[in-house]
């Protein structure tokens, strides 16, 4: 006897989850056992409407409950400014941000030939056809600052460009409340090139 | 706009897991919304199933999936020794060692006077009565090495040896394949102590 069949099935499906392995599955397995059930219930309720309920926006790709997203349906937005992002997840960052008051774009993904992602494979056709149609004076390439997302605003810029809009990047530089010391060398750099006059 | 409801709920939910913040818990619930709606199905019938499909056995307290446990079910195990443990979780270590015949008696909890948890707050009369009525000659107590585990391994034995049964609790000393230097000082004391002719 190991684990009794319900319980293995869990265990299973907790693995399933990123960074969660077979002694945290476990855990959590037996943690929910002793969960009260209308939790669990809710727990699973919750599971089947994220994927039931949430679909992706007709136009930029975010999270939306109906056809097009809350913020595409917002009429009191900037419908000048586009920005582009990886994932869903890093529009709601933006916007706890309170700042941008523009539109969206989630590419989800990037360009990554490593992995065998080229540009037909994200979100970029779509992109490029509200260029056309919409009065879009700038695109905003906020992708992640790692090789792939600096890849992708490369080839997004020189995508765009030509079509006489203005491209801008995100800063990049030191974390507000950072130590120099800790600071990596690349960083450091880009801080220095990006320096502005006080 | 933050989280669409959907969404939310479920990051509720997996924050009610142990050693889940908010953090993990949205990357969680992003992840869930790039799963395969099946493997999303099938974890929330693994939800559902953990909490309807199992119970605590009559017997021992250990997890079963009908009235009493398959351990308690198995005519095969000695009926002589009773391996008492905090948790269902503990039986399945157990199990793993392949080395244990006997039966299992489950606490569920230990006695914490901090938490409140006193001797009638978990499993301790019902192994009381197994001890009457059945041919039991030794109880190993194998509740955690931690201050609780040890009180609770403290009254167990004073409660059970006047009925001339024998007590023992599990040994004391160095994990196998761990350095002494790395050893706390009452591990190696207990060590020490527990030391055994070659």
């Known amino acids: 006897m190991y684990y009794p069949a319900p319980i293995a099935k869990l265990i299973e499906s907790y693995m399933r989850l990123p960074g969660i392995g077979a002694k945290t ?12 059930e209308e939790d669990v219930n809710d727990f699973a309720k919750a599971l089947i409407s994220v994927k039931r309920d949430l679909h992706f926006c007709a136009i930029c ?24 992002v990886e994932e869903p997840k890093d529009v709601i960052s933006m916007e706890k941000m309170r700042e941008y008051k523009g539109q969206y774009h989630v590419l989800h993904g990037v360009i990554s030939p490593m992995d065998g992602t080229g540009p037909d494979d994200i979100n970029i056709t779509s992109l490029i056809q509200r260029l056309h149609n919409d009065e879009i004076k700038e695109v ?13 605003a490369m080839y997004l810029s020189k995508l765009i460009k030509p079509a006489g809009i203005k491209v801008t990047r995100l800063a990049h530089g030191l974390s507000v409340g950072s130590d120099i010391e800790y600071a990596d060398e690349i960083t450091l750099l880009k801080a220095v090139e990006g320096r502005r006059e006080m």
Chains 1, 2 share one sequence.
């Open 25 to 36: 599955a476990a855990r959590l397995a037996f943690f929910t056992l002793d969960m009260r």
């Open 61 to 84: 790709g975010n999270i939306a409950e109906s056809e097009t997203c809350t913020i595409c349906q917002d009429t009191s937005r900037d419908k000048s400014q586009v920005l582009v």
């Open 140 to 152: 905003i390439i906020a992708t992640n600052a790692t090789t792939e997302g600096e890849a992708t």
